[in-house]
């Protein structure tokens, strides 16, 4: 009995065919210092911004698969920070975060859209005060050694019960607060 080899060519027809059939793989992303998330409103007509430092971002994506995507990103709410420690203070009450019995904010979204021109938007669920709405998260991807994710969001803060009751005014304060965010990547 006797043994043949396939050729070289018809093995490299084979390996070629078995990598093209098999799906890429999300890369998994945790956060890198100098990331950042702030939002803007106003207050009586006067624009002001805040941050929420200590934030944590996790990612999985992969540009060619975008749909497999999942993104988590947690919120400390205490050390909200928009330069004024009155506002602050007001900020972490139980009027607004109520930082003594909601700590933290969530945002979760499985599943991202391409829009083009490496822009994506990530359909997502924002907790807040206990509370859970869909908001949607643009954002450009900039690949390389140190990914960016560059998104942008609008919540609705009364839907939160954010800035409720004598503050819900909406002409002292918008409904719609903007976020955005700037956060750089290293992979796991």
Do not use: C
């Amino acid at each position: 009995m006797t043994f043949k080899f396939p050729s070289p060519l018809a093995t490299a027809a084979a390996l070629a065919g078995l990598l093209a059939a098999t799906p890429a793989l999300a890369a998994d992303y945790t956060q890198a210092a100098g990331s950042t998330l702030v939002f803007a409103t106003k207050y009586d007509g006067e624009i002001f911004t805040g941050r929420f430092p200590g934030f944590q971002t996790r990612l999985s994506f992969d540009p060619a698969d975008p749909a497999a995507g999942k993104l988590e990103v947690d919120i400390p709410l205490a050390g909200v920070s928009s330069g004024n420690s009155d506002r602050d203070a007001t900020l972490q009450s139980a009027d607004f975060f109520n930082v003594a019995r909601f700590a933290r904010a969530h945002y979760r979204a499985t599943g991202f859209r391409a829009l083009g021109e490496n822009r994506y938007a990530a359909d997502g669920t924002l907790e807040l005060r206990g509370i859970s709405k869909p908001v949607t998260l643009t954002f450009t991807w900039t690949p390389g050694a140190q990914p960016v994710l560059t998104g942008k969001a609008t919540v609705r803060r009364l839907d939160f019960g954010v800035g409720g009751g004598d503050w819900s005014d909406v002409n002292t304060i918008p409904d719609e607060t903007a976020i955005s965010t700037v956060v750089r990547f290293n992979a796991d």
